[in-house]
């Protein structure tokens, strides 16, 4: 056979393993390119990666921050569950005064027991009784309760108040720039705390009568609850509602909000779905930072008996009625300080961590 009949006959057959198919085999698959690498699939392109969850992760690798939220989701749990599961672990108590009692009774924060005064830890008073034979760890849970309680209340309209007026003016400016601006001036021209006084001193008989009839309040002292919020909120929401404006005075220069008013987006859906979203951050991270403050705030005006009154049951009046003893019975008092100390302390660290990953750049 010439060279010719050896070009133009065909390639040789492949027969497939399960068929009886004659496939064709193409001679440059078979052959390697001496020299050539054999192009390979490269990587997966990772999906790009969202700027709120590159400041979790950043969040989730700061140690204080992440001890700072344990601290505090076992504050709330403790203060929500910790009372019905403390009193359902005493049993029956023959008391000299009332007589055979239950736990559900003699370890709420509002029982006296008048012959246990001033009590050291024991196993039916864990932390001890005060000078009134009520039982502390149970006041500390209900204190705990009021002041998570006051700081939510207190941020909920804080956050409310301060994106209202504050993406009003910054987004429109002009006159409502302006009459925003001389409220927020009118309530900033009194002294916060001297402020809280007055309103607490004027309206607090008010409350005591009038909100204690609220099922959600009840009448155990804690009447003033709503009050005292309420006076919290009125002189810091100012602060957020001048930082909000700051950032959208910002935002709304940017290009897609350019963009958005050039499609024919108006005003109220472009704040909804573009100027809000953006504020997420910096109000994240100044309200966590501002609840430090209120629950502050809040023991302060109890410690000065304006607050949450008798027999109910706060960190700062726990304070105030145990100052007297402090020589004597110091645990009455070291037990609700350290407690407001921790907590204080958590939401500041986790406020400074929420403002390092939201924004890595403010990080020393």
Not at 203 to 217: E, H, K, M, Q, R
């Amino acid at each position: 056979m010439d060279t010719h009949d050896r070009e133009t006959q065909p390639a040789s057959p492949l027969i497939a393993p399960d068929t009886n198919l004659m496939l064709p085999v193409e001679p440059d698959l078979l052959v390697e390119t001496p020299g050539v690498i054999p192009e390979t699939e490269g990587p997966k392109e990772r999906k790009p990666v969202s700027p709120l969850r590159e400041s979790l992760r950043r969040l989730r690798r700061d140690t204080r921050a992440m001890v700072s939220l344990g601290v505090i989701i076992f504050m709330v749990l403790l203060s929500l569950f910790g009372p019905f599961v403390y009193q359902h672990l005493g049993g029956i108590y023959d008391s000299p005064d009332n007589g055979p009692i239950p736990a559900t009774v003699y370890r709420t924060f509002y029982h006296q027991e008048l012959s246990r005064q001033d009590e050291l830890p024991s196993a039916q008073y864990w932390l001890g009784t005060d000078d009134l034979g009520r039982d502390i760890l149970a006041r500390l849970m209900q204190g705990l309760l009021v002041s998570i309680s006051v700081a939510v209340l207190v941020e909920v309209i804080d956050i409310t108040m301060g994106i209202l007026v504050g993406v009003l003016a910054g987004y429109f400016g002009g006159w409502i720039d302006q009459v925003l601006a001389r409220l927020t001036d009118i309530i900033f021209a009194f002294p916060g705390l001297l402020f809280i006084i007055l309103l607490t001193g004027i309206f607090g008989t008010w409350a005591d009568t009038t909100l204690s009839n609220i099922p959600i309040v009840g009448p155990n002292g804690n009447a003033r609850l709503l009050l005292v919020s309420g006076a919290l909120a009125l002189v810091s929401w100012p602060l957020m509602a001048r930082l909000v404006r700051g950032q959208t005075l910002q935002i709304k220069e940017q290009q897609f909000i350019e963009a958005a008013r050039t499609a024919g987006s108006s005003n109220f859906k472009i704040i909804w779905r573009h100027i809000i979203p953006n504020l997420f951050s910096i109000v994240v991270v100044a309200a966590t930072l501002d609840i430090s403050n209120t629950i502050i705030g809040e023991a302060s005006i109890s410690l000065l008996g304006l607050g949450v009154q008798q027999p109910g049951s706060s960190l700062g009046l726990m304070i105030s009625e145990a100052s007297n003893a402090v020589d004597t019975h110091p645990w009455e008092v070291l037990v609700p300080s350290l407690t407001l100390a921790i907590l204080v302390l958590a939401f500041s660290f986790l406020g400074d961590g929420l403002r390092d990953a939201f924004d890595p750049r403010t990080k020393d």
